[in-house]
């Protein structure tokens, strides 16, 4: 059996309103029984759709940042991607939420860290702005993946993990990749206030990113924003197995996190992530 | 001032036990600080071929990954013009929780061997030890700025730069251009590093640091080391250096390196 990929892909670097990079990708991968013959062959309606897209953006680009737009038209469907960066942090987005997303990256921006990191074992983190979506797409979505199996959930919590073949451009082995990573919580979940008890919690804003070791089933998450104790915490990393991950409680609908670009075999992804206000505890 | 830059080419590669074949070629301009790059002309499939790679392993050790490349380049820059071959290999073997990361067909067998006879547990480095080449040469971009005071990081000369400029032998303010890519703008970094040390001599009988097990983190190795008897997983920090030998062996780290046997 035959399998015809086709893509186009516009992606521009705008710094602080000025345009510094741009690139036109495009080409086909027939994959069949003897592998993969790709070329960078020219599809005008996928570069039209790519260019169409990226105009669009350039209208919502903010001024003040550091901004990489990305349209992507394929095989697979069209794609839209902004990523800002603003004072060292940096959220991943769509011209339909930049706006409500950059604000609130100016938010946790306008806050300067003090103080030194803290040992996080023990202490109970709420994950905010739907952050949770990045721990559970490291410990449950990447466990599935590599086809590991489940970590014990409890039953108040549903995670659902969309995989599917994907690819990032036409000269990559398509792989079984995440799409969308969702969590829900049911009624029974106990509220973040009364699963964190009375003493003071780690409020997790901005995951800066995460990584998933299969051998030995560690989670490593390095967290951009977070404050404690009234103070925000320098950047610090959370590396723990995923059986030692304890989630206390949740709270709310599922919230759109912005800011998940997967890299797996160098073919970096975006995948949708969404998860209500969670609390866990490591060991 | 406008920059252009042309690069066509072919690559085959073997990457998981999947063979694909990509043609390409391309333009980047450079102008008023600005780079833009897009496909330029399309040609047919790559006339390369790359055989299966067969490589027998020792009992208990598996094949995480395996990517065999072979690509053919070539370049246009102002008035210059100049092909390259490029060949390539990296693996990764695992025997429990570990895992080797192997980036020169050679070294397979030297590092099956002490996997296969290596302990999951991690030690303390031993005080004193020697750095295979491939583990140096992985070491050694990370040096830049940093290397200690008995030893020299020098760019080697040889080759020729993503400027089509030929490669010199510098020691600072790096003259020469790293460009892997069309589509990557290029930047000044030091290409083919090696170390120069006036101690040579390396005693053989130290432990040997024969694979690293993990990229590195700054000056710090997560490395598997053979002692002769046993070999097992352990962190090195490295703070000095204390030879370096002659002979070496490149290596595909940064913008290439030449790796020597090392006494640390």
Redesign the interface.
Known sequence: MTDIFRIATRDELWLHGR?????????EAIHDE?????????DDALVAQCEREIERMRELVPKDARVRIVANASSDGVSTTMTVGIAGLSIVTSPEHVANDVELLRGVAAIEPEGEVIDARGIPIVWRNGSAAVLLHEAIGHAMEHEQAPIELPPWLEVGVALRVRRAT??D?PLLRMSDVIARCGAAAPAARAAVGGGPTLDVLLVAGGMYEP??QTVTLRIAAADYDSRRLPPFEIRTTRDRIEILGAEGDPIRYPGVVCSR?GQELVVGSFAPVMVTRFA | MKEIYRKRGSVVRW??G?????????VAIEED???????ER????PALSIAHPAIPLPDGIRIE?LIVTHGIAHHEFEDRAWSDETKRFHMSL?K????ALIDRAEDVPRIADALQRAEQQERNAPPRLRLSPNVSAALLPALVGLAPPNVELLQAAGGIDGKGNAIVEAGDHWPNWYRPSY?I?PIRMPLNLCLRCDVTGIEPDRPLAVALLAPLDGLTMRVLIDDGRNAYPATVRVTRIDAVASETVWYPYGGGSFGAEMML
């Open positions: 345009l510094v990079e741009s690139r036109l990708s495009h080409g003897r592998g993969i013959t790709a070329a960078d062959s020219r036409f000269r082995v051998l030995t075999e | 990457e998981n999947t063979l694909v074949r990509v043609t390409e070629s391309g600080g600005v780079f833009t790059c897009h496909p399309s040609e047919g499939p990954r695992v429990g929780s570990i895992r589509r703008r």
